[in-house]
């Protein structure tokens, strides 16, 4: 079972997505302030990879959390974090830059 921390600003649309996907175990957290579910250093140490939609969501992951994230596969999937929950949009986007990870 491979573990996948989805981390944005706040919007979990990533783990709801392929939360029913065979193999895998996801979780989800932000980077903002008042996000559901903070970054923490228990989830960071929990994954396998990382996937961060968006460079700046790496550059704060990396200043905030550098020591956790010596072992750790970041992936950045260039995805602008302006969508809404479930937007279809975003879930055919998400689908599309996951696939090469997911084979």
């Not at 939360?19 to 140490?45: I, N």
């Amino acid at each position: 079972m491979k573990r996948i921390l989805f981390v944005c600003s706040q919007n979990p649309t990533a783990e709801a997505v392929f939360a029913d996907t065979d193999g895998l175990e996801v979780a989800s957290a932000g980077l903002d302030h008042d996000a559901d579910v903070p970054v923490s250093m228990e989830l960071l140490e929990w994954a396998d990879m990382i996937f961060v939609m968006e460079h700046s969501h790496r550059n704060k992951l990396s200043k905030k959390f550098r020591s956790y994230l010596k072992n750790k596969r970041i992936v950045c999937l260039d995805i602008s974090d302006e969508y809404g929950y479930m937007g279809p949009v975003l879930v055919k986007i998400l689908k599309r830059k996951m696939l090469p990870f997911l084979a």
